[in-house]
C-alpha cells in the first residue's frame, strides 16, 4: 500500500509537471553538523562503555591465568582459591551484564540518533522544497533510479548546518541570560 501510494504520488506528480528532490540520509548524518554532533555523543557513550568492559575483560584474564598456574593455585589456602574462583565468577556474570547493556544502550541510543537525525533532515527537506517548489523528497533509499539533478542532499546538508549554527547562537544566548550575575 505505501508504495502504491508513492508511486501514484509520484506519476500524478509527474504529470503535472512538479519533480522530486531526493536526499541521501546516511551522508546528511556523516557530513551535517548535525550529524557529526550526535556521532560524537554516540562515539563518547560507546567509548565509555567498551573502556568500562575492556577493563573488567582484563581483570578477568588476570584471574584466569592465575586459576590456571598450578603453582600459584597450590600456593593458596582453600578458602583463597575459593574467594579467588568465587570473584571470578561474579566479575563474568559482570561482564555479561556490561555486554547485555551494552547493547541496549547502543541501540537505544543509534533509534535516537536515527530519530532526531530524521526531523533535522526533515525540517531542512521542507524548506529547500519549498525554495526549489518540489513536490516530494524522498529518502535515496527509496528509490531504484533517480537523475542526478534530483539529488539534493548537499542543499539539505547546508540547510541544515545553518539550522545548527542558529540553533548553537540561540543556545549560547539562552546560557548567557541564564548565568547569574557575578556582580551581586
Known amino acids: 500500500p505505501i508504495l502504491a501510494s508513492v508511486f501514484f504520488f509520484l506519476t500524478s506528480a509527474y504529470a503535472q509537471g512538479n519533480s522530486a528532490g531526493i536526499v541521501n540520509f546516511t551522508t546528511c548524518i556523516t557530513e551535517s553538523k548535525y550529524g557529526q554532533q550526535e556521532q560524537e555523543a554516540f562515539d563518547d557513550v560507546r567509548n565509555k562503555i567498551t573502556a568500562i568492559m575492556t ?38 556474570e559482570e561482564l555479561g551484564r556490561y555486554q547485555s547493556q551494552y547493547y541496549q544502550v547502543m541501540n537505544q541510543a543509534n533509534m535516537k540518533l536515527i530519530q ?38 548537499a542543499a539539505v546538508i547546508s540547510e541544515m548546518d545553518k539550522n545548527f549554527e542558529n540553533d548553537a547562537k540561540a543556545q549560547k544566548a539562552t546560557a548567557a541570560t541564564d548565568k547569574p550575575s557575578e556582580k551581586a
Open 55 to 92: 577493563d573488567l575483560e582484563g581483570q578477568l584474564t588476570e584471574i584466569a591465568t592465575k586459576l590456571q598456574d598450578p603453582e600459584f593455585v597450590d600456593s593458596l589456602s582453600p578458602e583463597a582459591e575459593q574467594e579467588m574462583k568465587s570473584r571470578f565468577q561474579s566479575m563474568n
Open 116 to 153: 532526531l537525525m530524521s526531523s533535522y533532515v526533515a525540517q531542512a527537506s521542507e524548506s529547500i522544497e519549498k525554495k526549489q517548489k518540489l513536490s516530494v523528497v524522498l529518502n535515496k533509499e527509496a528509490c531504484f533510479y533517480y537523475e542526478a539533478k534530483q539529488d539534493i542532499t
